[in-house]
């Protein structure tokens, strides 16, 4: 980290400081993990590494497919550069199978399929618990118009589609995630693109054959090593080498 930098804001995961040039921020990856509104907190070596390197992946595949994000480049093992908006107070949350709140709300089994993928918004607000919120109160608090809101959607499903897939690929079934959305001008022209993170952290990820959960899940339920299921994760996509162990020095006679 580098101290020379002003800190802009200091979130529960990471930290935002100000970027080398006007409109770009330096995305800080901590170590740090929450769980239900920061009542349960911890430090979880090397997450905040994993995290930094899952969400520079995801971020560069949505780029490559003609996806908008804030992603500009990875700086070292926990920063990344970024593009600086105006975030929209929702986190929009797309479900494909019945998990955590959507399950306890309507009594479905914990991984059984949706009709369709459903997209849910929950207004950031740390001290009301983020609450779940209609369309409705969006617009009428202003939070975003009708036109945003299409936007926003078609943002969201084709990160489903995209998330759905590459998971797909290596054994993995996206149950649902939350990414969060932000605005850049061009002039007067405002776009919305995908901002935060994209990461173990803000999915839910199940193995495919053995239903073993790889995601943040493992923390909140106390399922076992949190840094273990994000490597799993990493490896299957090649993010990480395969190869972890560290090269011990060795003793010459
Ligand atoms: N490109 C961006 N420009 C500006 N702010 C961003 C950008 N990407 C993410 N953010 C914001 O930076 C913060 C990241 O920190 P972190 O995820 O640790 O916050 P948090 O504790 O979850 O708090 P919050 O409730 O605000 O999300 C969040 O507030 C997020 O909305
Ligand atoms: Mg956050």
Request: glycine letters at 8%; aromatic letters at 10%.
């Amino acid at each position: 980290m580098a101290p020379r930098r002003k800190k802009i804001y200091e979130g529960k995961a990471k930290i935002l400081y100000e970027g080398p040039e006007p409109g770009t921020l330096v995305q800080y990856f901590k170590d740090d993990a929450t769980a239900f509104n920061a009542q349960k907190k911890a430090t979880i070596e090397g997450k905040g590494v994993l995290n930094n390197r899952l969400s520079e992946y995801f971020m560069t595949g949505l780029t490559n497919i003609g996806v908008p994000t804030h992603f500009i480049k990875r700086l070292n093992m926990r920063e990344q550069l970024i593009r600086q908006v105006e975030i929209v107070p929702l986190e929009v949350i797309v479900r494909n199978f019945a998990a955590g709140s959507i399950a306890k709300r309507l009594g479905l089994e914990e991984g059984s399929p949706l009709p369709r993928p459903i997209v849910e918004y929950s207004y950031k607000n740390d001290d009301l618990g983020d609450p779940l919120v209609p369309e409705e109160y969006i617009i009428a608090f202003g939070w975003a118009n009708q036109q945003d809101l299409d936007d926003i959607v078609a943002l969201a499903l084709r990160v489903n589609d995209f998330l759905t897939g590459v998971f797909y690929g290596v054994g993995i079934k996206l149950i649902d995630f939350k990414i969060e959305i932000g605005r850049v001008w061009d002039g007067d022209f405002m776009r919305l693109i995908v901002a935060d993170e994209i990461s173990p952290d803000s999915c839910r990820l199940w193995d495919m054959k053995t239903g073993q959960k790889l995601d943040k899940d493992v923390f909140r339920r106390d399922l076992g090593n949190l840094t273990d299921a994000y490597t799993e994760v990493a490896k299957r996509l090649g993010v990480l080498p395969t190869n972890t162990q560290p090269i011990k020095p060795t003793l010459i006679n």
